[in-house]
Structure formats: C-alpha cells, structure tokens
C-alpha cells in the first residue's frame, strides 16, 4: 500500500510539474519576444500551473483548443498550443487590452496628482493662435526677448587677509549677443586698489552632435591663489570672515587669459593660454568675526611675466565608474615668459558599489614639478585637500603623491537610526584611509626645492585613518558635504589625533574643470 | 472581450510550498476507499493519443537586447521625425499634498512648431499667474528647443547614460500582440543617491517606451527639497509615432516657501500633435539653440 501511494504520488509530482511545463510553453508561444533570463515569465507560467486563471497569459485559456482543454497527458497538451491564425481569430481586437491598460495607468496617475491632471480649458485657445501665427514670424519671440536684453547686476564681495575687504559689483549681458559679456569691478580695503575682469564666454553645440564647445575671453586684474590644485573661494572666503581661518597664500595677476573647452558625453579637454604678470601682495588685515586671521603673513610670489600653455582634460575608465583627469601647464622663455617649468597633474577616482548601501571610493593623484620651482606653482600638502594631519598648505614640494580610499555608508542616518532631525540634514557616515608624501620640499622650512626624483622616499609618506560625518547639503553638487572627521595618524609620526571641518565631496582629487 | 492580462506572478514561498506538500502527502498516504460516483478506471488503463507538431517561434533575446532595440527605436524615432506641432500647458499647483486646497499658480500654453534642422515657433495662446512679476517673466515661463528626442524619456538609455544605470525586469504583460515589459532601472553606483531611479513600460512590438516612472532615493538638494514625492512621464500614440504625452511630479520642500508653500505640483502636457505635416519653412524663425532635447524652463519667484 505504501509503495502504491509513493508511485500515485510520483505520478502527481511529475503530472504538475508537466502542467507547468505546457503552461510555460503556451507562454512561449504567444509571446512575441521574451528576456532571457525572464524570470517573471517562469513565475507567471507556474501560476498558471497552479490553476489561478487570472495570473495565465492572455492568450493561453481563450484560444486553447477542445484538445488541450480535455488533455491531461504531455503530448495532448503541447499539441494544444494554438496555430497564431487561430489565437487571432478568438481573441480581441488586437490593441483593446492595451489601450485599456496603458488607460488603466494613466487613469491612476490622474488619481494621484487630482486637479494637477485635469485637462486644459480650451476655450479661446484657436482664436489666440490665430492673433498669435498672423505676426510675422519670430515677433512674439523678439519682443520677449527684447524684455531680456538688459544688463544684470549682481554684489561682487570678497575677502582675504591681503586685499582685506573686496567691495564690488558685477554685471552681464546675455541677450540678444552670442554668449555672455560680464565684468566685475571691486575695490579692495587693504590694498586700497581697484581689481575686476571683463570677458566673453559662450557655450556652443558642434553641428548635430552631442560635442559642445565652450570658449572663453578675460582681461583684468585678478586676486590668485597660489594653490591651483584646490581653491573653494566661498568656503576660503567664509573661513576667513569667520575665524580667520584662511591659510592660503595670495598673489596678484594682471594680463589675459583665454580658454577653449571641448566636450562629449563624459570626455573633455580644454586649452588654455595666459599672459599675466604675476607679483606679490602684502599681508593688510587680520580681522576675523572671532579673533583674527590664523596667518599674518603672506607669501612673496616670483615677480615676472609668465605666458602659459596649459592643456587638461579627463577621460572615463572603460567598464568602470572611474575616471582619470590630466593637467599640464609649460612655460618657457621662448615663448617671451620670464619663467621656465612644466607642471604636470594627474588624478584618477570613482566608486564601487556593495550593494545599495555602501559605496568605496578610492581616488589618487600625483603631480610633478619640472624645472623652476616658484612660490606660486608647487604642490602644497596638508589640509583638506589630502592629509589632515598636517594644517591646510603646510607644506611644499616639487612632487606629491596621494591616495584616500572611503568607505561610506549612503543610507541616511536619519531615517535609518530613526533619528529626530530634520530633513534637510541628511547624514552619512564613512570610514577613510589616507596616505600621502611631497618630495622635493627642505625639511627645515618645509618650502619647495627642484629635485629630480619622481617618486617619494618611503620615510616621506605620512598615513591616517578616520570617521566622518557627512551633513550632505547638495550645493553645488548633489554629493557636496559638510565633513565632520576625526583623523588618527598612522605610524611614528609623532602627531595626534585631529577633528577638521571641511565642506567637500567625495571625490575631490577629481577638481579639474 | 480581451483576454485577461498577466498579473503579478506567483513568488514560490517555502511555506506555502511545504504546506502543500504536507497536504498532498496525508492525502496520498489517508488513500480513501473507492467512492460510487463515476466511473471507475483501471489502474493499467493508458490512454495514448497523437497531436500535431507545433513550432514555438519565440524568439528569446536578452534584457540588453532589448535595451539595444528600445535606444535604436528611439534614435530611429527622432530621425523618422521631420517636423512636428503640439499645444503644450505648464501649469504649477500649490498645496497639493497635506493640509490646504490645491490652488493653482500658474499656467501657459503654446502652441509649438518645430522643424528639422533647428527651426521652432512658439505661440504663447494664454498665461495666468497668481502672482505676476513686473517684469513680465512669470513662474511658468516656457523656452522650448527644436529637438524632437525626447531625453525626458529616454535619458536612461542614452549611449552615455547607459552605462550608469542598471536594468532589471520587473513585471511584463501580454496584452493583445504588445508585451509590455516594467523595467525597473537604477543607478549603477550606491553614492548617487539622488540620481532618479524608476520604472520604464516598454512596448516590445515597437520597441519604444511608452511610459516612465521615476523617483529619487534621496533628495538632490536636501537643504532645500525635502523629496521628490511622485514623477510621472507619459507618451501616448499619434500617428505611427509615440510622442511625449504628458510629465506630473510633485515636490515637498524643507520650509514652506512664500507664495508656494510646501508641497507643489509641476506638469507639462501636450496635446494636439500633428507630424511630418511639412509645416513651412515661413512659419519659422532661425534658432541656434542646441536641438538635443524639448526642455521647459520654469522660473519660481523673483529674480
């Protein structure tokens, strides 16, 4: 009896599994294209098998035949599956069940917006239309544009401990001209001078495809930061104001520079040429909202004309989400400049995923000075740039070498811990581990030095590791935070542990623009 | 009648699957004695029959495949396209979720032409504002562009945008001879919390995507958007064509902001297409904006 019962139930096993079988094949038949890998496909059919007639293909219940309706065996119900002429000859109108489906979608979406959804009253509309086609061509247009061409101001404010003060305004005019004309002019409270640039900039497509060209044209009088590789002048300038925590070195340039920038999808290059005479300014102000400037000096930048080619761009990583970016800037006095160097940068970073809620991004750079070596044109190490052992422009060299990897935690906390804040202060945390050297610095001053080495001794790196706390604020990308760190020196440095605030993204060492 | 659609599948769970086995077992193992009703059959008694042969022509192609088709179907689309003309309404709601009554704060239609290679004319036909600027720009200004490619739908399958997302089946229907697939598609890294994920219904019979669902993980500007509750991008048939229907998305900001609040609603929807008319070259002014894509500029308060 037993072994009876085994063999019925056998006999089951193998008969559902068969139902499913058909059921997948009648699928198959009606289906027009079907994934591989379909896994919605397999399910559906198998509730087919399990007699919910609701959860069948379309076609499969209405136009099966007497013969695989009355089959239960194999073969009868394989050969049941329908010739197309006669799927097509038992069904409905061919798009009935569509449009009434794609209806069904949109009638929910009007659900969930209400009266956003209602259609626009029409009353009055062709008669407008008609008024609006009997001008001529463009008139309408013109006069809207007309309303723009006007001349936009806006407050050009600034602050530094060697300009003090910088009061001034900026304007632009974008219409009807190709591109846009601006300026800005301010004056400066310590220097007691007048700086500002006027220029061109246009942005244009190449023909019909996706390649953009942007150009650029200015003239003037700048205030420059000696550190080129990494500059936020709305954090600089609000640190400065605050607590006077600005510790980037300042240096005037007057002349003109221009730029042309090509771009397609996520490559781009750029060409850029400046003729500035680059000297120093002095160190005028130390006040700070809460004490005073932290540095009360400024450096003493080379004096001398430069003309520099300087050639970036930046390139995906085939397969990956990482991408490199390349800088070199060459001056010589061939080309009537008073300095001579080559200055070379290259970084590369992205991020891998674990899942959806962790993300790793590693990121390094390396950059190499030839040539003279200036006050205005080595890399500067410390800081938030890259080690956060050492304060911000620390140190100096005619190399520098560095590599941070994170691993960040992207679920908010908020939501995730259930914590009571408010929305618009998503946190995220991650941990880090850093290394980075510059070479080609005097250990005593901890300034730049030629050197021919190309790579850093092993007793020049200096490592950490840490937390953050991110407060993703979004501006002025989605990714920019406030970063709250606590970094713990690696190895016999002889330093402690620091907390750095800095407002950055992720991948910082990617700044070339 | 049409045939009864595909629904969510079944989702095999042990539980269920356990139970059903037990069940299946005391029942073969009880073995009940022989019941009067019906006839009675014998054990060796095997029916045979024959069935003709039936070749399943089901063609099986992969999900990237299928991607591949939908991105040629929609460049094929924009080159199939040689003008077009539409009425388009932006409209913007306020109070649109939560306390208060949905309010209307602005709304524009036009009518727009466009012609290949870069021609356009827009016709404002009406504008209401609740609260109109001096200047004469208000919240629903429109500045369209002469291109037909329709990114809003199809950005995710752009051939640089591809790579950054992943795509998973989710759903497919068999309606009439459309199989619709619900692909369900996000970004690739987990760092872009706030690049927009969603889902996209694909028609396989033309291969073209007929309508887009699209949310975001976390909000792009937190300090300001709180989310971005519900987005909606629709395409409906004209002609032999599918064309951009109707976009619905609703936001909530962190702080109520004057004049709109909390929570608004911004749509644009088109209507009374016509395409490949050969609208007249006399009906348009010279354009060099870039032609990539139908975009509308809203403006929220004042300069």
Known sequence: MRSVNRAAFARLLLAATFVAGVSTAHAQAAAPWRAVGDSVARDSSRAAAVGDSSRAPAVSDSSRGPAARDSSSAPAVSGAIPAPAARDSSRAPADSSFDSYMRGLSDSTDTWFGAMATPVDTAGLDSALAAGLALPPGKQQRRADQRRVRLDFTPAPGYNRADGAQLGVGASLTRPLPGRLSGRAMYTTGTKDVIGDGGWDGSFRLGQSRSRLALRAQAGRWTDVADRDSYDPVVTTMAAIVFGGDLHQYLRRDGWRASARWERDRVWASVAWRDQLESALPFTTEWALFGSQELDTNFTAAYGRVHELGITGEVPVPGTRFRVQAGHWTSAPAWGSAFDYNRTLVAVGGDVSFGRHFAFVPQASYGRLHGEVLPQNPFFFGGAPNVRQLDRNEWSGSGRAFGRADLMLVDDLHELLRLPLPAWMPLHLSGFLASGAVWGRDPVTNQALPTRRDWPSSSEWLSETGLTLAWRIGIPEPTSSMRFEYTEPLGATGRTARYTVVYQQPLHLLRMR | ?303
């Open chain 2, 1 to 303: 009648m049409p045939p009864p659609a595909l629904s969510r599948p079944l989702r095999p769970h042990p539980l269920r699957a356990a139970t059903a086995l037990v069940t299946l077992s005391a029942c073969l193992l009880w073995a009940p004695p022989a019941r009067s009703q019906g006839p009675s059959l014998a054990v060796e008694d095997t029916m045979t029959t024959e069935v003709p042969e039936v070749l399943v022509r089901a063609p099986r192609v992969t999900l990237d495949e299928i991607l591949d088709r939908v991105a040629k179907g929609e460049a094929r689309r924009d080159s199939m396209l040689r003008d077009q003309s539409f009425t388009a309404t932006l409209r913007i709601m306020r109070n649109t979720a939560g306390k208060g009554t949905p309010e209307l704060l602005g709304e524009s239609v036009h009518k727009v032409y466009k012609k290949k290679p870069g021609l356009i004319r827009t016709v404002t036909l009406r504008v209401y504002e609740k609260y109109p600027e001096k200047d004469g720009d208000g919240m629903a200004e429109a500045d369209f562009s002469p291109g037909m490619g329709e990114r809003i739908v199809n950005f995710a399958l752009q051939p640089e945008n591809r790579r950054n997302y992943k795509f998973a089946i989710e759903d497919r229907k068999l309606l009439g001879d459309h199989l619709i697939y619900t692909l369900r598609f996000e970004p690739r890294s987990a760092l872009q919390v706030s690049e927009p994920s969603g889902r996209l219904w694909v028609d396989t019979r033309e291969f073209v995507i007929v309508r887009q669902e699209i949310e975001f993980r976390q909000s792009p500007l937190p300090l300001f958007l709180k989310s971005i509750k519900h987005m909606v991008v629709e395409r409906t048939r004209s002609g032999d064509f599918w064309v951009l229907s109707r976009m619905l998305v609703r936001m909530e900001l962190t702080i109520p902001m004057p004049r709109i609040g909390k929570t608004f609603d911004f749509g644009i929807a088109f209507s009374d297409y016509t395409i490949n008319t050969a609208l007249p070259d006399s009906l348009f002014e010279i354009t060099d904006r870039p032609t990539n894509a139908s975009r509308a500029r809203v403006r929220s308060g004042s300069r």
